[in-house]
């Protein structure tokens, strides 16, 4: 029923507890998983350089490498991706590409205010996605 899984993650808290998860359903599955992370380009062309956003797309292939070496001694399948764009709109181009069964993506740490004007990406995968969509909330600060 899931054989491909994809899991998008960024930068912040919950990036490797939310691969911890996708990794622990994946390997209970025999499924494939793809990890994908999204450099979002700043709104105005100008609030950024060249410079800067190359320092983004390499600091995000890091990550992604960085997290699918993390696993590669285990009996998974993993993949990576960089995109750039909208997250929302590039994690389901990702999911369609890999024929993606579930999307499993961290709780965003968007403020309340910015996720009730705009609303946040899980939000935006849940109300777009056509397969399931599990969010895997923060680690708890106690921890």
């Not at 390997?27 to 380009?41: D, I, K, M, N, S």
């Amino acid at each position: 029923m899931y054989d491909t899984i994809l899991v998008a993650v960024d930068d912040g808290d919950t990036a490797r507890e939310t691969l911890e998860h996708a990794v622990a359903v994946a390997e209970r599955l025999g499924a494939t998983l793809h990890v994908v992370t999204v450099v979002e380009p700043p709104g105005s062309p100008m609030r950024f350089g060249v410079e800067e956003v190359d320092a983004l797309n390499r600091a995000a292939t890091t990550l992604v490498d960085d997290l699918v070496a993390a696993y590669a001694d285990r009996d998974l399948e993993v993949h990576g991706d960089v995109r750039r764009g909208k997250p929302a709109e590039q994690i389901l181009a990702r999911a369609e590409e890999v024929d993606a069964d579930m999307i499993l993506v961290g709780r965003s740490e968007a403020s309340e205010l910015e996720s009730a004007i705009l609303g946040s990406t899980p939000d935006r995968l849940v109300r777009l996605s056509s397969v399931p969509v599990a969010i895997v909330p923060e680690p708890d600060a106690d921890e």
